[in-house]
């Protein structure tokens, strides 16, 4: 079982390799260091901890034990001030990531929030990154486990949204020609059986709320991309299945999985995890924006969009406006998490600006939330506050960075900078 796969299960074992990190005090936790030399602290279990390390040694991200100062960056709407955040985490990312891309959901997820850096700042350098990767990998996706998942399995998938925006610059059939003949694949193939380390889960092709932001926008463009509405009704069909599993009509929000359904946290109430909401009203906005208008399923899309973001919005910490890792959990989850918050933000711009969420009522919301942000960049360039890959809410270092967080930053920098950009005309 690779790496990925421990993913979502949620129980990794160590990494094998020790990895070297800068170690000092931490005023935030009582600063503990884990048996690979991770700045850790008594919160995070020894299984979670376990995954912390692993995700260093594939480098994913990494804990320094001292951050450093925050950048002190203005967190305005103003459009100067936005591209100067973007630049500064697009630039401290790339630069560390580069040489470890690979065909992976987290580098997906980056790789999505880069092509958006480059149309935001104009700069051709993020795009030319990614050209560079899917030609080292011939427009290929990665296969995570195809015997236990199938393949492409949906996370796999996340790759094919970036390729198919650089075949958008630059039309040529071979870009996505591998990716098509993938996809095509899976009409009519059965479905994988659910791997052991699942557990009880629904009998859907998409049994985990992840998966609504990593293959949803690749099934969009490939139909833009192609003319052929098959795509759309196959996102169509395993969106629905997932939505009708895992959405919940009270709270208007995802559980992660069916092992969520029923969970309270210590004080009874259900636990909705951060990132795992922000997949998916992220996932919407990506799904939606190359969904025709006049594709008869659209509306029911546009509505979840704006049943998330209402209820969304009535929990945003009134402080530093952004979420916990336990959507309804704040006293045993403190710390702001940035990927769950990221998306959520990106999400609530995308819909303002293409008119499905009221701009009144939720430009405020957003303009906090990227206030919240911007407060999470340190002083190279780092975004803290990231939690590690897992299923669940967990704990972490406030100077934790992930790519995929990241990624989620830049998508919703560049819905931040449309929004500001049109405020003032």
Known sequence: MNWMSRVRKGARPAAILPVALAIAASTLHPQMISPHGIPTFPKISAEEQAGIDDDIAHHLGDVPGDPGPKANLSGSLDPAAVRAATRKVADWELKRAEPYLDQGWTWGVLDTGLMAASRELRDPRYSNAMLRMAERFHWELGAEDPKELGWP?????????????????????????????ALDGLFGAPMPKIPEWGGDQFPIWWWWCDTLFMGPGTWTRMAAA????????????????????????????????????????PAGRTVFWSRGNGWVIGGLARALEYMPKDYPLRPKY?????????????I????????????????D???????????????????????????????????????????????????????????KPDYYM????????????????????????RAGR
Do not use: C
């Open 153 to 181: 399995a949906n996370d796999d998938q996340a790759l094919g949204q970036t390729y198919l925006e650089l075949y958008f610059i630059d039309p040529k059939p071979e870009k996505i020609a591998p990716l098509r003949k």
């Open 226 to 265: 192609t003319h052929d509405s098959k795509y759309l009704d196959y996102l169509d069909k395993r969106w629905t299945e997932t939505s009708n599993a895992l959405y919940d009509q009270r709270y208007h929000l995802y559980y992660r999985d069916k092992s969520f359904i029923g969970k309270k946290d």
């Open 302 to 314: 546009e509505s979840q969009v704006r049943e998330m973001a209402k209820e969304l919005a009535s």
């Open 316 to 331: 945003q910490d009134p402080k530093d406006g952004l979420w916990h890792a336990d959507l309804f959990d704040s006293a």
């Open 333 to 391: 989850y403190p710390q702001p998490e940035l990927s769950g918050s990221t998306l959520i933000a990106f999400g609530m711009a995308w819909g303002i600006n293409h008119g499905i969420l009221d701009r009144a009522t939720y430009t405020p919301v957003v303009a906090k939330a990227w206030r919240g942000m911007v407060n999470e960049i340190y002083a190279d360039g780092r975004l803290g506050n990231v939690q590690q890959t897992d299923g």
């Open 398 to 421: 406030p100077g934790s960075s992930y790519n995929f967080g990241v990624g989620g930053f830049l998508l919703a920098a560049e819905q931040v900078a449309i929004l500001s950009e």
